[in-house]
């Protein structure tokens, strides 16, 4: 088959390869782009060129420390690169049970469960605990794996309007009674910034009798004096039912978890599918996570110096004229308006050794389209200086700012 008729799969192929082959012609497409080298952590090679990383999840620059490294080859030597298949058959290893104990007590729950990625504990929690007849109302802006994990789930799909707690509630209200209801939404959204408002968001789940989860992908070692997450920020205790999280931004692995109550992580190890019918997590991976989550308690340096970082970055770039939303955050959109200008930023960026990365349409509503800037513990302030003035820059070129 090579896609060359006129039925909708070869339609929608053909289509994506023209926009791909425009955007690569124009030099403006920038995805896909092989990292050959990392550079004490805030710095990458990329095609030959050095550049300082301005779109890495490593929040706290824990990519490449020794200690975690160290874990990751101990694991190997002792227990190979693969398991014995899935979980629940002869894929669980020790490392497995120390990592979930670790993420458990750093989230102050009764016991957590983990996954091979993110994105599948997202799909694979909602889609077991919810099912026909039940409600879940989603945050507008959450992350597609919550998204599609509602979709799969079969239960009634509600999406209240970003941050809008008076939304929020009018759904709850209109759900009939006795039915069960999750609410889900990402503590720290991925495409803007900003962190969900749970002291609200929490009061209105007990007063309506709805589960709360919460996705702490960009929150974990983030939020709060200690990194502990969003709880931690807003100095709230157990307010989150489903404490969901990934081992892939500030943990440098790859992996998800949920933390919660024994009774929801024995069932959930027990019914959910990408648990019971996926291998495991590898060992250098667990034993990464396990190390990663120890060196954020021993070092809590790093989150005073993100937080100094992103307040640096943020500032100038206001500043300089830019709309950065309502990020408090790591995660610094750096609005642009079309697609283009979007397009036409980055490659002023990447060209001035910046490597930062723009999102657009349909990822983020038209006219809306962004650099999406990522600040992290590894860098120096000298180093955010520097790519503040290519961004403005460049900005001022193309007439953003
Ligand atoms: C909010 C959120 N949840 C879940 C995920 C998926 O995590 P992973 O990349 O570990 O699969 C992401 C990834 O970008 C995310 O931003």
Redesign the pocket.
Known sequence: MDFDGDDSVARRVQAFAARFTEGKLNDLYFYNQAVAEIRGGSRVLVNGREMGMYAS?SYLGLLGHPRINEAARKAVDKFGTGTNGVRTLAGTLTLHEELEETIAQFKETEAAITYT??????LTVISTLMGRGDYVLSDKL?????VDGCLMSGAEFRRFKHNDMIDLEHRLQQIPDGAARLVVA?????MDGDVIDLPRLSALCRQYNAYLMI????SLGVLGPTGHGIEEYYGLHNVVDIK?G????TIPS???YVAGAQPLIDYLRHTTRAYIFSAALPPAQAAAANEAFKVIVDEPWRIAKLNRNTGLFIAGLRRAGFDTLLTTTAIVPVLCGSDERAYALTREAQHHDVFVLPVVSPAVPDGQARLRATITAAHEPQEIEHAMDVISTAGRQIGII
């Open positions: 999840y990625s993110g994105y599948v504990t997202n959450n992350h597609a794996s919550i990402d503590a720290v959204f991925s996705d702490e992908a960009h969901m990934t081992l892939s931004k790859v992996g998800g």
